[in-house]
């Protein structure tokens, strides 16, 4: 089971939350097209849910290797040096996704004592910015175990191309 969630979470949470999106969407347009009338809550939840989503894509993005980045100067190095760049590069990644899971535990805090409510759908606004958190909190996990991977050898680093 754990095995399955290190491989699966984010990917299953990701397609769950866009089917979830389409579907009320979908719904919205037969509701103002159709019948002339639009829903209040849906372009909330859509929202919301997108938030989540944009959140719970950094993890998967980082597992996977797949994060916004220029390596062609990196993969023209040797190997050793690579390396050493990989190791510098998830070590800062980790102290930013730290710093922002320590953050946002105050801003969540703060956000469940006031007891604001999203206005459409008077949900708890607390769990629209646990997002911020959860996502944060799986990029720290991911970035240990990439960290794991690349110390233990299991991620190869090889020379790509020559200087």
């Given amino acids: 089971m754990l095995k399955w969630l290190d491989e699966h979470l984010e990917e299953y949470i990701l397609f769950i939350l866009l089917v979830i999106m389409t579907i009320v969407m979908g719904i919205q347009i ?18 919301y849910l997108f938030v989540w989503s944009a959140f719970i894509g950094v993890p998967y993005c980082i597992k996977k290797g797949t994060s916004v980045k220029v ?9 050793s040096i690579q390396k050493v760049l990989l190791y510098v590069d998830k070590i800062i990644m980790l102290a930013l996704f730290s710093v922002i899971v320590y953050q946002s535990l105050f801003v969540l805090r703060s956000s469940f004592r006031n007891g604001n409510t999203s206005p459409a759908m008077e949900i708890p606004i607390w769990l629209v910015q646990g997002a911020i958190f959860v996502g944060s909190l799986l990029a720290v996990i991911r970035n240990i175990q990439n960290l794991i991977k690349l110390f233990t050898g299991k991620k190869k680093v090889v020379q790509k191309h020559d200087l």
Avoid: I, K
């Avoid at 037969?30 to 929202?47: D, K, T």
């Fill in 71 to 79: 390596d062609q100067f990196r993969n023209m190095l040797p190997v």
């Fill in 30 to 47: 037969v509701a103002r097209f159709v019948f002339g009338n639009s829903l209040s809550w849906s372009e909330e939840l859509v929202r």
